[in-house]
């Protein structure tokens, strides 16, 4: 416990003051003199078990534990001067050396290891040691992605309380004991901790090996590129060590804003798409009917010529660009600014947009200190993990509750907080009742600010618990349980998902095309979110963050990939605001807001939509319908990683950059602008997003706008960028570069009213008895991790969970081989009975069947309602 | 020169039945306190008495009682019955035939200390004791001694008995207090002192069975009873667990400061079949041998033991005499020490490997000049540096036979072969 009060004390010598509550370690450390350390770890609860960090601290009798002993005022502590500790840290490296395999040429740590360093500087220089040495496994897989060497493992326990003290997955302990001491699993299970990877990282030794990375290089061969994890919206900070120009290994990069010191083994081990064989290497122009590859020059002519001709036949409104939540900031916001000036029209989109309206997390660590987490249709664990690691830190250091509303049971349900399992499509009438079970407590009149509470009473009066049981299939016990834990938190905190934003009236889902226009879409979200707007404000008006999936979700947005909007999210339908654009992008611009992506898909099934450029996005594969229309499109072009089933149909596939091959920027869930770094060189003629669409515009615009498309480096974009979004102005590279720039936050009017929403009752249908509902697993087979084969051995396969209640109604028993069926189409499945799925709901994974749980929904994209047959 | 109070019950028939412990005057000294109905009159009294751990350390029980946080409950008391040292085997014999004897010592004491749980942990080997003290502790359930408002007096305790699992490791107080709690037999860092935070990191309490056995009587007859043996520093009556080459071993209760020659030759019947003694191990492997000509000198309290250069420990006298081979006998409790560390940290655990392979070596013929030095130097380097007392104890029968039998391994590693066996 750090307290402001300071301690003065001597340490060889040197007068040192450091605030009450730090071990002589820390003021040690703080000063500049190195004590030698194993178990200590300064994530870590210290233990004292080492004994390699002993000190003399005058006063006391023997030598003491540095890493264990507080400071006291007036202390006086020998660390290099005295000869009895000096010598008894050098006793210590030669007991641990005595029984070390020192096999350091082969040993992946060589070169970045504290036991050789200290054996270096504080060892003996031979060794007095001629027994036998202990024999123990040299190759122990721990799992899929660890492999331990028992003889190099000093048992300093780092890695075990790392994975209880941060991860809380108690799955590695010692086993025996004295010099037969092992690490290992309980009754060897085979880890599954989504947080493995970092015990590499903190292991003092080589005992944990990657291994993916096992033997593939010394680490002194790596150039290491800062970089940003590109897997989920958090955007771990990392490092890309790069040799040969292949990516070898990731390994976090200090951030406490983010990740603090940890990344999860998604954004670690799943990084081989990037060297992947089928990267795409050329452009691909389709000539009879076939892509076959073609110079950039040929390529870019045909796109320019493609849709010049459709501009001069069918006019701007016959062309579409959709963009992406996963490229950078820079691709974006020159690729809006392309079909803004160059192609004049609005008729842009990116799948899986944030609805405006939803506000983002304010920050990361601040989770830490949240006495009730409130899981809206949002699943952490796999959709934005270090969200579940800064969680488990509240719960497992500070005791924190969390109450997950979700129509499934998620890896935090295992706290044992409520768990309001609602039947999806119903979810609004569940939040009003959770509003009216909090209302019924009293609430220690938190309410003060809402102007109507009087009318919200009114409203919610049909909404009690044991009213909405049979529509939610939820519990009374169970909202009243929450509201209760909700009534007493100090600090709680609301976060929600896109999955959540599937319960408007009709249902909705952002990320699949509705046929519906877009006015329309809107008003679905806009319940879902109201409702969370509404239970902030009755808390008192707490914070409500949207947990995105994608890692540029918010960049996607905030550089105008849409519609209605310009970049800074200005409306494109503001004269003053458009004026500004045009003259900075040097063209008129459409006045007329464009078509969103179900727009253009209705634009397609009509024919009128010509030619479409598609940026990183893979639409066909996610929606059969979808992929259809794009078919119909006669002018695609898809620019992209990988052949994917988009690509596939295009007229010319160009080949775009990793994360890992191009400068660039996104920003994070929290809204933080962080900065990516090329580590290597793309492959083949890869190009990167910015390149392909200045040079594409050089081609087409008129002589006395080239200059407009001077661009000749991702940073002159940046430039750009920094002048022409809101807030922009005052851009901190460095802080960029360094952990992150925070662009000053729009100033949000404080809600003072809350929204009446009217919760719709689904409809039953009998023939389709079960509602299905889908989320993300941590490992799927989606467009990256496809390619990445060390994960896709733990990729299930697909599978559908029911509740042990309607297994038995139906006749279904685990493993069983079944059809999902719904009114649009059928799916085959494997069962999976449990009572982690609600009754009535079953559950299935995104991304893991080779048939897309899409053929399921059809054109009004709610929840779709299946029956499970044999 | 025996005494006979804490083995009072021992050879009576049915010792173990209640029955029997109240005829012979049983749960009296419950019945007063709960009469007095004052806790701190019973701290107090432990107190003065001067009664220290029979464990091993020897701290002062009184004093140990002192430590508990005001206001903190609830509180634990641990009986220690884990027996783990090699040598002793005085607390098996307390709880094989006076199982209820152990239990209204844990009584009184938890009263003193107002604890409501208390826990014997007991070796896992003991199954004669462990089936003794289950049946006494049903006994004193149905008898009202244990369990809610003992005998009328509102007071409430439970009585749990756990059986250790092998380590000697667990005998360790904070070891015990991790594998009560169901976790893996290590030592936990002090401070904070169990007394402080212990089990469930409550205020708790751990005592030797022999410790608290030694409370009803000296709530009985008071402190200056019990202060009536012994010296000022060691006061009182102690059972010896006498093992080795005497005639008669076994447990045996005299008061402190009696003389090792009286334990041995008197009561023990002397030397086994007259071989002369060449050393003696006065209070449990853990403690330094001693030439048995020194010893014979000394008497059995804290300070006499501690001048010849040992310690009274748990009191187990271990006799050898000259017929033993030392460095054999050093060997064998090295790789006692060496099975036992509980692995936590790098000077116990890897220099009492390190320390068994060169002694198995030496009487193996191949000891080599430097390894004596060497052998004092890992001595040197454990001692005070690892994480537990485990690390020291291993060190003291290595370093005590060498400073004090040089010879035998000087013979040893030049002849190749043992001195004794010829
Ligand atoms: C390695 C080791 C083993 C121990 N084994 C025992 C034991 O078996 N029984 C015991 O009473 N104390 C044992 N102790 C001593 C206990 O840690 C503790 O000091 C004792 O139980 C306190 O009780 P006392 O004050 O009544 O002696 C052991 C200590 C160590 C370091
Ligand atoms: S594997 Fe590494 S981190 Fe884990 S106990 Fe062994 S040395 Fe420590
Ligand atoms: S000294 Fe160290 S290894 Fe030995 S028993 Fe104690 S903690 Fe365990
Ligand atoms: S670092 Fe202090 S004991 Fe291990």
Same mark, same amino acid.
């Given at each position: 416990m750090t307290t402001d009060r300071m301690v003065h004390l001597t340490i060889d010598d040197q007068e040192i003051g450091c605030p009450e509550g730090w071990t002589v370690y820390e003021a040690a450390t703080a000063a500049g003199i190195h004590i030698p350390t194993f178990c200590h770890h300064e994530k870590l609860v210290p233990v004292g078990a080492c004994r390699m960090c002993l000190v003399e601290i005058e006063g006391t009798l023997g030598l003491q534990t540095s890493c264990t002993a507080p400071v006291r005022e007036g202390m006086v502590v020998r660390v290099h001067t005295s000869p009895r500790a000096v010598e008894a840290r050098r006793a210590n490296i030669e007991f641990l050396l005595t029984n070390h395999p020192l096999d350091c040429p082969v040993c992946d740590k060589g070169g970045e290891c504290p036991l050789q360093d200290q054996a270096l500087l504080d060892g003996p220089g031979n060794s007095r040691y001629v027994e036998e040495k202990r024999h123990k496994s040299k190759r122990y897989p721990l799992g899929e992605f660890i492999v331990l060497d028992q003889e190099r493992c000093v048992l300093c326990w780092r890695c075990i309380r790392f994975l209880d003290e941060w991860a809380g997955d108690h799955e590695l302990d010692l086993f025996g004991r004295g010099a037969g001491t092992r690490l290992t699993t309980f009754q060897g299970r085979p880890l599954t901790s989504k947080w493995q990877g970092n015990t590499i990282d903190i292991c003092p030794v080589g005992a944990l090996t990657s291994r993916i990375f096992r033997f593939e290089a010394r680490v002194w061969e790596l150039t290491n590129t800062p970089s940003i994890c590109p897997l989920c919206s958090v955007g771990c900070n990392t490092f890309l060590g790069v040799k040969n120009n292949e990516v070898r290994r990731i390994t976090p990069r200090e951030n406490p804003e983010i990740n603090d010191v940890w990344v999860c083994d998604k954004g670690r081990f799943a990084h081989s798409f990037v060297d992947h064989p089928e990267r795409l290497t050329t452009p691909l122009v389709r000539r009879d009917g076939k892509l076959e590859p073609a110079t950039w020059s040929e390529a870019l002519d045909v796109v320019a010529r493609g849709f010049k001709a459709v501009l001069d036949q069918d006019g701007s409104q016959a062309i579409a660009g959709l963009g992406s939540t996963r490229v950078s900031n820079e691709a974006s916001y020159l690729f809006q600014r392309f079909v803004r000036s160059v192609l004049q029209t609005n008729n842009l989109d990116h799948l899986e947009r944030m609805p405006s309206g939803a506000t983002p997390l304010q920050s990361l660590p601040n989770l830490e200190h949240r006495d009730v987490i409130v899981l809206l249709g949002a699943d952490p664990s796999t959709e934005a993990p270090l969200v579940e690691l800064w969680i488990k830190k509240a719960v497992l250091r500070h005791g924190a509750k969390v109450i997950v509303i979700n129509p499934h049971k998620i890896e935090l349900s295992r706290y044992g907080g409520p768990w309001l399992g609602y039947r999806p499509g119903s979810g609004l009438a569940l939040l009003n009742s959770l509003m009216r079970a909090l209302l019924d407590t009293g609430l220690r009149d938190r309410t003060g600010r809402a102007t109507n509470v009087d009318e919200v009473r009114a409203w919610l009066e049909p909404f009690g618990p044991d009213r909405v049981e049979r529509t939610t299939g939820v519990q009374a016990a169970a909202i009243r349980q929450a509201a209760e834990l909700l009534a007493q938190a100090k600090q709680p905190i609301i976060l929600y998902g896109p999955n959540w934003l599937l319960e408007g009236p009709a249902g909705s889902a952002a990320l699949l095309p509705t046929g519906a226009p877009s006015e329309q879409r809107a008003g679905l979200v806009r319940p879902a979110l109201d409702l969370v707007a509404n239970l902030a404000l009755l808390l008192g008006g707490v914070e409500a963050g949207f947990v995105p999936w994608d890692h540029n979700t918010l960049g996607a947005l905030e550089m105008g990939v849409a519609p209605d909007l310009y970049p800074g999210q200005q409306p494109v339908t503001d004269n003053r605001v458009r004026s500004r654009m045009a003259s900075f992008w040097g063209s008129a611009l459409s006045p007329v807001r464009g078509l969103d992506f179900d727009g253009m898909m209705v634009a397609a099934r009509e024919e009128g939509l010509k030619a479409m450029w598609i940026l990183g996005a893979d639409p066909a594969r996610h929606c059969r319908v979808a992929g259809n229309l794009l078919g119909q499109i006669p002018f695609l072009v898809v620019q992209d990683l990988f052949l994917t089933d988009t690509a596939s149909l295009a007229e010319v596939v160009l080949p775009a950059t990793s994360f890992a091959e191009s400068d660039g920027s996104a920003i994070n869930l929290t809204g933080r602008l962080q900065a990516v770094t090329a580590a290597k060189y793309p492959p083949g003629q890869a190009r990167a997003d910015w390149w392909i669409i200045t040079q594409l515009a050089r081609l087409m615009v008129p002589p006395k706008q080239q200059r407009a498309w001077a661009f000749s480096s991702p940073q002159h974009v940046l430039d750009e960028m920094a002048k022409v979004l809101p807030g922009y102005r005052n851009l901190d590279r460095a802080a960029m570069l360094a952990g992150g720039w925070q662009p000053p936050r729009p100033q949000e009017a404080q809600r003072r009213v809350f929204t009446r929403v009217n919760a719709v009752t689904p409809k039953e249908d009998p023939e389709y008895p079960l509602v299905l509902c889908t989320g993300r697993l941590l490992y799927d087979r989606g467009a990256l991790l496809h390619h990445a084969e060390p994960v896709q051995h733990v990729v299930p396969e697909g599978y559908v969970m029911i509740h042990p209640g309607d297994a038995g109604q139906y006749g279904l028993a685990d493993g069983d081989g079944v059809s999902l069926v719904s009114r649009a189409g059928r799916l085959r499945s494997t069962v999976r009975v449990s009572d982690e799925v609600a009754p009535g709901t079953v559950f299935a994974p995104l991304n893991v069947n080779d048939a897309p749980l899409s053929v399921l929904f059809d054109d009004r994209w709610t929840w779709p309602r299946v029956q499970v047959v044999k | 020169m025996q005494t006979n109070v804490l083995l009072r019950n021992v050879g009576v028939a049915d010792s173990y039945q209640i029955e029997t412990y109240v005829q012979q005057g049983g749960y009296q000294a419950l019945a007063k306190v709960l009469e007095e109905g004052q806790p701190s009159k019973v701290k107090e009294v432990v107190l003065n008495s001067g009664l220290r751990g029979r464990g091993g350390a020897g701290f002062p029980t009184g004093r140990k009682w002192m430590f508990l946080p005001k206001g903190v409950y609830p509180r634990y008391l641990v009986c220690n019955a884990d027996e783990g040292e090699p040598g002793t085997f005085k607390d098996r014999v307390l709880m094989e035939h006076d199982p209820h004897g152990v239990i209204e010592g844990i009584i009184v004491s938890s009263y003193a200390c107002e604890v409501e749980h208390a826990f014997i942990y007991i070796r896992g080997e003991y199954n004669l004791g462990y089936q003794r003290l289950r049946n006494a502790i049903d006994q004193a359930y149905a008898a009202g001694f244990l369990g809610k408002n003992i005998r009328g007096s509102g007071y409430d305790l439970e009585l749990s008995l756990i059986q250790g699992a092998g380590a000697y490791i667990c005998g360790e107080e904070t070891a015990l207090l991790s594998s009560l709690e169901g976790k893996r037999g290590h030592p936990k860092l002090k401070p904070p002192? @169990?007394? +402080?935070?212990?089990?469930?990191?409550?205020?708790?309490?751990?005592?030797?069975?022999?410790?608290?056995?030694? %409370?009803?009587?000296?709530?009985?007859? $008071?402190?200056?009873?019990? !202060?009536?043996?012994?010296?000022?520093?060691? @006061? $009182?009556?102690?059972?010896?667990?006498?093992? $080795?080459?005497?005639? !008669? @071993?076994?447990?045996?209760?005299?008061?402190?400061?009696?003389?090792?020659?009286?334990?041995?030759?008197?009561?023990?019947?002397?030397?086994?079949?007259?071989?002369?003694?060449?050393?003696?191990?006065?209070?449990?492997?853990?403690?330094?041998?001693? !030439?048995?000509?020194?010893?014979?000198?000394?008497?059995?309290?804290?300070?006499?033991?501690?001048?010849?250069?040992?310690?009274?420990?748990?009191?187990?006298? *271990?006799?050898?005499?000259?017929?033993?081979?030392?460095?054999?006998?050093? +060997? !064998?409790? +090295?790789?006692?020490?060496?099975?036992?560390?509980?692995?936590?940290?790098?000077?116990?655990?890897?220099?009492?490997?390190?320390?068994?392979?060169?002694?198995?070596? *030496?009487?193996?013929?191949? $000891?080599?000049?430097?390894?004596?030095?060497?052998?004092?130097?890992?001595?040197?380097?454990?001692?005070?540096?690892?994480?537990?007392?485990?690390?020291?104890?291993?060190?003291?029968?290595?370093?005590?036979? *060498?400073?004090?039998?040089?010879?035998?391994?000087?013979?040893?590693?030049?002849?190749?072969?043992?001195? %004794?066996?010829?």
């Open positions: - | 002192f @169990p007394a +402080a935070q212990g089990l469930y990191r409550k205020p708790t309490i751990i005592n030797n069975v022999e410790t608290l056995f030694n %409370v009803p009587f000296i709530v009985l007859n $008071g402190s200056d009873w019990y !202060r009536q043996w012994g010296t000022e520093l060691s @006061p $009182g009556i102690k059972l010896f667990s006498v093992s $080795g080459h005497v005639e !008669r @071993p076994g447990v045996y209760e005299v008061p402190l400061s009696t003389p090792i020659r009286d334990l041995v030759y008197d009561i023990c019947g002397g030397p086994k079949d007259g071989v002369p003694l060449k050393a003696i191990i006065p209070g449990g492997s853990s403690t330094r041998m001693v !030439r048995a000509d020194v010893a014979m000198e000394a008497r059995l309290d804290y300070e006499a033991l501690c001048d010849v250069g040992s310690d009274l420990g748990s009191g187990a006298v *271990i006799v050898v005499n000259e017929k033993t081979c030392l460095v054999r006998l050093v +060997a !064998r409790l +090295a790789g006692f020490y060496r099975h036992e560390s509980c692995g936590k940290c790098i000077p116990c655990r890897e220099g009492t490997d390190w320390m068994y392979k060169i002694l198995q070596r *030496i009487e193996r013929g191949e $000891g080599r000049a430097e390894d004596l030095p060497l052998l004092l130097d890992i001595c040197n380097n454990i001692a005070g540096k690892s994480f537990c007392p485990l690390g020291d104890a291993a060190v003291q029968p290595v370093r005590s036979s *060498i400073e004090r039998f040089g010879e035998e391994y000087e013979f040893h590693i030049r002849e190749k072969r043992c001195m %004794v066996d010829g």
